[in-house]
Structures are given as structure tokens and as C-alpha cells.
């Protein structure tokens, strides 16, 4: 295991994790306490203090080209509904690397890159994981925790332990060449893929599809009105 810092209050965690001189691959920063989490397209991230996982870890995937970085969004959503079930949960991955419960968001991710040449250099993987908390602010969407799902209280080191062996699990798979396994594993654990759903798409509105799967560049493929589409982040929105 890389250095694991625990710090009892941060901004956030992913800025923590960016100094390249304090951390390196397969270091931790965990944060009991975070006073501006963030959240993907400039949305805040809200966890109550010492009530579930909030932490990055920082990875070096200098094998990685850039026009693959996808693979390592893959890599660590897998971790997460791994890491998921050993607590008898069946978590699905919602495109592009939220984990989902039923229709409820038990975990998100901010995936940070830095690029040298065709190849990215160093990762920022910060982490968000619903663990004990069971009530939360009505702006947060659709949330639930591993309590709300399962009952019970669970200890967010132990859930911080298994998590970080399936990071570096489904890492070490990617690095050795397994990007096939981790392109196939994502591709079957698709939230609502092949069934039919309602989306919205900035420039046309509601519209219905059916998701297909997902390219190597990370593109998102839907069926809609029978024809096949694919589209980047930020195209599509789920209505949920
Ligand atoms: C999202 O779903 O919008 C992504 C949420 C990511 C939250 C985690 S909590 C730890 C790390 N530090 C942050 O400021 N954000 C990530």
C-alpha cells in the first residue's frame, strides 16, 4: 500500500492530491471532513463529516495514450461495484462513471489528468462513496449509501481497505494489457443498457433510447428511433 494520509478537514481531496511532490502513484488522501467537495460539470459534492468515503488517490498511467484514457474510468468504476458487492450490493455503472443502485447514486467520481506527449502522466482519482449517511440535503439527486441500502452501520476504513485493493486490482489489470476484460466487465454492468429509457439531448429535448454500449474513446451509443447514435459527455443527459 502507497502512503494513506487521513486529514480531519480539506477543501477537497482532489486538490490535496494533486501536489506531486507529497503524492505519487498509489497514494491516498482521505478526507474526514471536506469543505468544498467537488462534483463533475462544476456541481458540488455533499457528504457529512465521518459519514462515508471521501478520498483520491493519485496513479501514474504512463502506458495509458491519451485516446484510451477511458479505460482507466472503466478500470476504477469496476472497482467500485466490486468493491460493492463484498457488502451484498449490485451496483450497475451509470455512463460515464457514476454507480448506481436501482435508479439511486451511491457513488461518483472525478477523474483529474495530467498529459505528457500522447500519453497521460498522472491521475487524480477522487472518490465519493454513500457509506453511513442516510439523509441528505434535498438538492442532492436520486442519493442512497451502502446503510440506506443494507441497513446498518459500517466502518469507513474497512470500506476505504476493500476499495483501494480493487483500484489497484482492476489497475494492475489494465496495465498489463487487460483492456479487453476491462472494456467487456464495464460493458455488462452498464446501467440501463438494451433497455428502452427516457434521455435528453441539449438540442432535440426529451427524446426515448436504448443504450448499446459504449465506444473506446469513451462515446456513449444509443439506439434512437432506430437509429444508432453515439454521443459525448455533456450530449446526453439521463432522465431519471
Ligand atoms: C460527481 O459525481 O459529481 C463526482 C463526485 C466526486 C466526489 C469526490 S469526494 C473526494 C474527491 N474530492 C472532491 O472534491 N471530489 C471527489
Request: with cysteine; hydrophobic share 40%; proline share 2%.
Amino acid at each position: 500500500m502507497g502512503r494513506v494520509d487521513i486529514l480531519q478537514e480539506c477543501g477537497s481531496t482532489n486538490i490535496e492530491a494533486a501536489d506531486k511532490e507529497r503524492y505519487s502513484h498509489g497514494d491516498a488522501v482521505i478526507a474526514v471532513r471536506q469543505t468544498a467537495g467537488r462534483g463533475q460539470r462544476g456541481h458540488k459534492w455533499d457528504s457529512r463529516e465521518g459519514e462515508n468515503l471521501t478520498f483520491s488517490i493519485v496513479f501514474e498511467p504512463t502506458f495509458l495514450p491519451v485516446t484510451e484514457q477511458f479505460l482507466l474510468s472503466e478500470a476504477v468504476a469496476l472497482a467500485i461495484s466490486d468493491t460493492l458487492t463484498c457488502y451484498g450490493i449490485d451496483a450497475a455503472i451509470k455512463w460515464t462513471n457514476d454507480i448506481y443502485v436501482g435508479d439511486r447514486k451511491i457513488c461518483g467520481t472525478l477523474i483529474e489528468n495530467d498529459i505528457k506527449g500522447a500519453n497521460l502522466s498522472r491521475s487524480v482519482v477522487g472518490i465519493g462513496l454513500n457509506v453511513n449517511q442516510v439523509d441528505f440535503q434535498e438538492w442532492v439527486k436520486n442519493p442512497t449509501s451502502i446503510a440506506a441500502e443494507k441497513g446498518g452501520d459500517y466502518d469507513v476504513m474497512d470500506v476505504f481497505h476493500k476499495l483501494y485493493d480493487n483500484l489497484l486490482h482492476r489497475y494492475d489489470t489494465l496495465a498489463s494489457g487487460g483492456s479487453d476484460e476491462i472494456r467487456g466487465l464495464y460493458a455488462q454492468r452498464l446501467y440501463r443498457a438494451g433497455r428502452t429509457a427516457r434521455y435528453f439531448i441539449p438540442s432535440e429535448g426529451e427524446v426515448c433510447g436504448i443504450i448499446r454500449g459504449v465506444e473506446n474513446d469513451g462515446g456513449l451509443i444509443v439506439e434512437i428511433d432506430g437509429i444508432t447514435r453515439r454521443f459525448l459527455f455533456k450530449e446526453i443527459e439521463f432522465i431519471i
